[in-house]
């Protein structure tokens, strides 16, 4: 039997384009994500995040939920385009209430509210004028965390900047698999520092209106050599930059990490970095959130992830039914060594979970045993890495709810909770009741 520290954090993870639905309610404008779904050919089955979860309206039936399951935190994010419709001010009256509401609902029930900033949703507006290449956005960004830490500062406990930001930078400016679906690693390159100036400054300005804990949470997906030939080694370190070194190097350390940097100056791709932009970056954070699912085997190839030049390989391991790797160790390899080199003073996991797709019975009884034997061996590896001298608080699993998986659509489903599609019913799997007794006895059985 594992026990974990007094006050470790239990929650779920969400995010706001994935669940609330209500796109044109409450003074909402499109956000990059609305206009990249409604795109034909970008989703899986044409399927958008225009209904999602109807969370929007449900919020309260689902915090109940949480709360029904003994959870002591939720991590959610603030659709960026709900509250600043226009990029730019003023906020929307009607988009703060409704996160004001949201979260006078959990503190009502004793549930920990952790906002994250930005999960991806930049309003439609600010991708207009140039997103995240253009440098003006990291002024929008900051002034639209200043209007949700003026209404909520006293009352959200963890404040988190950006979700993942290499899958906006990457994913969504250099290979343009994910919104707003742009292919230019100059622009992707621009968008990583940005991104990284805009998490700075919101940092400054978050601590100045008195936010409690102010966090981040990139997303650590260990890349190692699929063989032992130097050029993949090389690879490796150079795909390990790309995810994770280019968004943790800056923030502890100061600087970008060499390998990358001198591949994006040999393909032109560098970003304009100015005059004290890298201490900007460096504003002392109270946590480091990591969002760890897989990781990949990897070889050198120079036509694959741009200046980077790397293919992933899966690794001979047991895979979820979207096919990501499991390997429970690497989490505790991935919190020690990520603690090892960064030092932060205190760490969460931010995202952790699996998708495996299992309907209800003709009962309605939805059992998930894959699910729970996958938290189990993560929770338990969380626990070895604090038995290492991890400052780990608390574990996020992703997700309370089957949602809007992205550019998969409703096809994966990663929530502890059931939700069919039709009425919107909510039912708890049987991963959702395993994860209660591990959180209301802070203990793994
Ligand atoms: C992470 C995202 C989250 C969800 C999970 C499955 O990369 O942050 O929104 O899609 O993957």
Known sequence: MRTFPDGFLWGTATAAYQIEGAVAEGGRKPSVWDTFAHTPGRIENGYTGDVACDHYHRYDED??????????AYRFSAGWS???PDGVGPANPAGLDFYDRLVDALLERGIVPALTLNHWDMPQALQDRGGWPDRATVDAFVEYARALAGRLGDRVRLWTTHNEPWVIAYNGYGEGSMAPGVRDWKAASRAAHHLLLAHGRAVTALRALGAPEIGYSPCVIPHRPATDRPEDALAARRANELIYGWFLDPVFHGRYP??????FAEHG??????????????????????????VFDTVDDPDENGPAGFRELLPPLPRTDCDWPVHPDGLRETLVEINREYRPKAMYVTENGASYDDPPR?????????RVEFLRSHFAAAHGAIEAGVPLRGYFVWTLLDNFEWIWGYNRTFGIVHVDRDTQRRTVKSSARFYERVARTNTLP
């Not at 915090?63 to 002591?72: F, P, R, T, Y």
């Not at 060499?258 to 591949?263: C, F, H, I, K, V």
């Not at 003709?362 to 894959?370: E, I, L, S, Y």
Request: contains cysteine; aromatic residues 8%; hydrophobic residues 45%.
């Open 63 to 72: 915090v109940e939920l949480m709360s029904s399951l003994g959870l002591g």
């Open 82 to 84: 709900r509250v600043m």
């Open 258 to 263: 060499r390998l990358l940097w001198d591949r």
């Open 269 to 294: 791709c560098l970003p304009d970095v100015e005059d004290g932009d890298m201490d900007e970056i460096r504003a002392p954070i109270d946590f480091l959130g990591v969002n760890y699912y897989m």
């Open 362 to 370: 003709a009962n309605g009884v939805v059992d998930d045993p894959r």
